[in-house]
């Protein structure tokens, strides 16, 4: 069992609930494996995917995870522009309470709008994503798929690339990442870090790391967000922080090449690297990431509702 | 609602061994204070009065005050009635010991005509402090016409502001500071450049940065504090910075004070009292404008208090309703109540904690800011309408969101242990409010 | 004070273990289309010297697999230590005889649930059911096919069986919680 009941941030997970998950995790993936891939250990739960945002990848997947534990899961979206105001979040809580639900998976375009439903109901909530704060299932999903490709965590070198400051992923991988002993730069422009970043090792420019990382985790970079305008365009990306061929082939033996999904082509990463084949085309670990992702949101579902 | 109407009939009252506070000479002193259908007749030591129609109230091993003067607060009428009114809003001042309120213009329709003005004086007529309202600064506080300074000055503004927004059109900025000088009245500033602040929520910060909440940078206060510092100078007009929050802005404003320029400001009790670390809760009670601030500024206001920089302390009491609050960070709108927790609040971090003395922090919240306004109040003298407030200085509680009397309960500082508490106000010569601890100690 | 009593010794495990190999052969005919499957964690370590003797005897190799019942019990939400072990069954079960291995046989919730988790896998012949104690105590209607030793238990007994390869020793002890 888990030391707190829900997971709003990676902040709140021990050392100890880490590895559990993580040993359960290696439980799930055989399951995956398996030609019948459902165990009954949950049975009779019921599951609600709450999501304000729209989301089809982290969405599908605690859907998958909560089929292969045989509980019932149900998908509840709403759109946040249809959402005027905060308190319909809690109007809707209240609706899905009164179902007897025994779990609340829940993303939401506002950062701390997780905390603000787990706060107000009793069941526990999984963060599945809120605004530009916390994503801890990935940052777990992250954190598992290196240790599983490398065997050890402490004194790995990360490069986390891009839009560092509106990114949840950067923010929750980092600090699990740091907790590990993981060395983190992290390469991104000024306007898309924080005024003060003097708490942190900052690069401006991929090539600056891409020789002596362990790990290039390549951010999503989304230009039609407004807060992103300052930044001047994709050939400017292009020039200093996408992932390209050469980039990718300079890379040292042994590295590999992080996303969350989905990733957009042409921008933080070439189309070229992305339909690369042979030995530097198994250096992308994207959709290990994914097979990941479903076996530890399996293992956490499991550890919270057993 | 509590009642805390005291007995109109009460003519005479007379207040026995308190330790009245001068906050003009900071000194302290023990004598009795008789206040004479209204009027202070009498303050020396050991008056003994007996015989009808008087309330002897004994305040052995209390502070007597001049009644508190809050310079920044938002009553919310018209318009907003559901969040308060002059009504619970004076009642709550009297409860937190605040006998003077100054209200700010930003209502609906905002007070930037002459009938507005009136209103608020009519409606406040019978109320348990006095209201002194602020007019607008530009029509319907949208920073684009002037308003007629001149006649609202008249009918009763004691100083304007656009409140909630700053004149972003430098040359009208500077217009109207020309145009108030000649009337010599303040002009209360918020200082905030939009084109900064943005769509932000929280100080920008190493907090904002891990929380996800989109930030306010200092340079929104600092660049708009040092253009109207400018255009003061320029103008000669009276400029009052209200809700100080960075610390560059102290740094500013005691250089102009160095320079001559004719330039006071305050800051608020949730400014001095937390820093950005109360936002990993996403408790939107800390949702305020400007944001609360980091360590490092907080403190410089601190600095600035002690160094005479800081002229008032004001609560920006800025009442909202749950359904304003009860939603995400992003949703809620901005503000903290703050009137009841006015003295307590300060009195806990800067006398407590920061060894200000009491008398320094009584005339930050009477004396000083009625001088700024230019109101008659902030002193105990005898022949004056009874503004008085006795504090019980070795009190301690927590705050709950059941007590306060305000209709929105959107405080801050629910949670916190504060120490000091208000015990009795006389307010407009009246026996104003009562705590319970002291009508056990009065004699009728 | 927990007062213990020693059941069995290295080499009585030892005897069981081959004369429980030969009941399989016996019964089976043979080893053809035997498959043996322990439950973690000290099922797997006996279906492994079952399957090393009868590999001995027949000069055939035998395949053994491991099964984890964990995700399949019908006791969540009071089970304290939620860790999973290895599931590795590296081959087909489909109409083979599965010959399901565990250390002691007590309320019969564990072979329940270790029975719908090999029906996951595939479609066994038959699942035949090894125990190297069988304590009493049943809760569901479950037998042992081959059982080591019967031994008559109270429900406040614990009985711990410990082996080389999990333990450092072989022996069954019955300990009494006082």
Do not use: W
């Not at chain 1, 009941?5 to 398996?34: P, Y």
């Not at chain 2, 007529?125 to 006649?151: D, H, Q, S, W, Y």
């Not at chain 2, 250089?255 to 809760?281: M, Q, W, Y």
């Amino acid at each position: 069992m888990l030391r707190k009941k829900s997971i709003i941030d990676t902040g709140s997970l021990s050392l100890e609930d880490i590895d559990l998950i993580f040993a359960n995790a290696d439980s799930f993936l055989e399951v995956s494996e398996r030609d019948v891939k459902k165990v009954p250990a949950l049975r009779g739960k019921t599951i609600v995917n709450l999501f304000f945002e729209p989301s089809t990848r982290t969405r599908t997947s605690f859907e998958i995870a909560a089929k292969r534990l045989s509980a019932d899961i149900i998908n509840f979206s709403s759109s946040t522009s249809s959402v005027k105001k905060g308190e319909s979040v809690i109007d809707t809580l209240k609706t899905i309470l009164s179902m007897k639900v025994d779990l609340i998976v829940m993303r939401h375009s506002d950062s701390g709008a997780v905390k603000m439903a787990e706060q107000f109901v009793n069941v526990p909530v999984i963060n599945a994503g809120d605004g530009k704060h916390q994503h801890p299932t990935q940052a777990l999903l992250d954190l598992y798929t290196i240790k599983k490709i490398f065997n050890k965590l402490e004194g790995l070198k990360v490069a986390i690339i891009g839009d560092f400051i509106n990114s949840r992923v950067a923010k929750s991988d980092i600090d699990l990442f740091e907790r590990m002993g993981i060395d983190v730069t992290v390469v991104s422009p000024a306007m898309l870090l924080p005024e003060d970043f003097s708490r942190m090792k900052v690069k401006h420019s991929i090539d600056d790391v891409i020789e002596e990382s362990d790990i290039i985790y390549v951010l999503r970079m989304q230009f039609e967000r407004q807060n992103r305008k300052f930044y001047p365009s994709i050939m400017e990306y292009n020039r200093f922080l996408s992932l390209n061929k050469d980039r990718l082939l300079r890379m040292k033996p042994g590295s590999i090449v992080m996303h969350p999904g989905p990733v957009n082509r042409g921008i933080e990463i070439t189309d070229e690297v992305m339909d690369i084949s042979g030995e530097p085309g198994e250096r992308i670990t994207i959709e290990q990431q994914v097979t990941n992702g479903v076996a530890i949101r399996m293992a956490v579902l499991y550890l919270i509702l057993s | 609602m509590v009642s805390v109407k005291e007995d109109n009939n009460v003519k005479n009252i007379l207040i026995k061994s308190g330790k009245i506070v001068d906050p003009i000479k900071r000194t302290e002193s023990v004598s009795d204070i008789y206040i004479k259908n209204g009027i202070i007749s009498e303050i020396r030591e050991k008056i003994d009065i007996t015989g009808d129609n008087i309330v002897v109230i004994n305040a052995d091993g209390y502070t007597v005050s001049p009644g508190f003067v809050d310079m920044h607060a938002h009553l919310r009428e018209p318009g907003f009635e559901d969040e308060e009114t002059i009504e619970s809003g004076t009642l709550a001042a009297i409860k937190g010991g605040i006998t003077s309120v100054a209200c700010m213009p930003n209502t609906s329709p905002a007070i930037d005509n002459q009938s507005a003005v009136r209103y608020i004086l009519e409606k406040s007529k019978n109320m348990a402090c006095n209201v002194f309202p602020v007019a607008a600064m530009t029509a319907g506080c949208k920073g684009i016409n002037i308003t007629e300074i001149g006649l609202l000055a008249e009918a009763g503004a004691i100083a304007f502001s656009d409140d909630g927004n700053s004149v972003k059109d430098s040359k009208l900025m500077y217009e109207i500071m020309r145009y108030s000088r000649q009337f010599g009245i303040p002009l209360i500033l918020h200082e905030e450049d939009s084109s900064i602040s943005k769509s932000g929520l929280v100080h920008e910060g190493h907090y904002s940065t891990i929380l996800g909440l989109e930030g306010i940078s200092s340079l929104s206060d600092d660049l708009m504090i040092a253009r109207d510092i400018i255009l003061a100078a320029r103008s000669k007009a009276r400029i009052h910075i209200t809700h100080l929050s960075t610390k560059n802005s102290v740094k500013m404003i005691k250089r102009a004070k160095e320079e001559g320029v004719n330039i006071t400001c305050d800051v608020t009790p949730h400014h001095l009292f937390f820093n950005d670390s109360c936002l990993t809760t996403f408790n939107t009670s800390f949702k305020v404008k400007p944001p609360i601030r980091s360590e490092e500024d907080r403190m410089a206001l601190i600095e600035g208090i002690k160094g005479g920089v800081i002229d008032a302390i004001a609560s920006d009491h800025a009442p909202h309703l749950d359904t304003e609050k009860n939603t995400t960070f992003k949703l809620a709108s901005f503000g903290t109540i703050g009137l009841e927790t006015l003295f307590s609040a300060a009195f806990t971090k800067l006398c407590i904690e920061e060894k200000i003395s009491l008398p320094v922090l009584i005339n930050l919240i009477s004396a000083s800011p009625a001088a700024i306004l230019g109101i008659d109040a902030g002193k105990i003298e005898a022949g004056k309408v009874a503004s008085i407030t006795i504090i019980d200085t070795g009190a301690e509680e927590v705050i709950k969101k059941e007590s306060f009397i305000s209709k929105s309960k959107n405080s801050a500082f629910i949670g916190q242990k504060l120490k000091g508490k208000i015990v009795c106000t006389v307010s407009k010569g009246k026996l104003a409010y009562r705590d319970k601890c002291i009508k056990e100690r009065s004699i009728s | 004070m927990a007062e213990k009593a020693y059941i069995l010794n290295r080499d009585e495990i030892d005897r069981i273990i081959k004369r429980i190999s030969h009941e399989i052969l016996e019964r089976n005919k043979g080893s053809e289309n035997l498959v043996f499957i322990g439950l973690q964690k000290r099922g797997v370590p006996l279906a492994k010297r079952i399957a090393e003797n009868i590999e001995k005897f027949e000069g055939t190799k035998i395949k053994t697999g491991k099964l984890d019942i964990t995700f399949y019990r019908d006791d969540i939400g009071q089970n304290i230590k939620p860790i999973a072990q290895t599931t590795d069954i590296p081959f087909e079960i489909e109409d083979k005889n599965v010959i399901l291995v565990d250390d002691v046989l007590y309320t019969g919730r564990t072979i329940r649930a270790a029975m719908d988790a090999l029906i996951d896998f595939g479609r066994p012949k038959t699942i035949q059911l090894v125990v190297l104690i069988d304590r009493g105590h049943r809760e569901l209607p479950i037998r042992a096919d081959y059982v080591g030793k019967n031994l008559p238990t109270s429900r406040d007994e614990s009985v711990d069986v410990r082996l080389q390869e999990t333990d450092g020793e072989d022996s069954v002890v019955v300990i009494r919680k006082e």
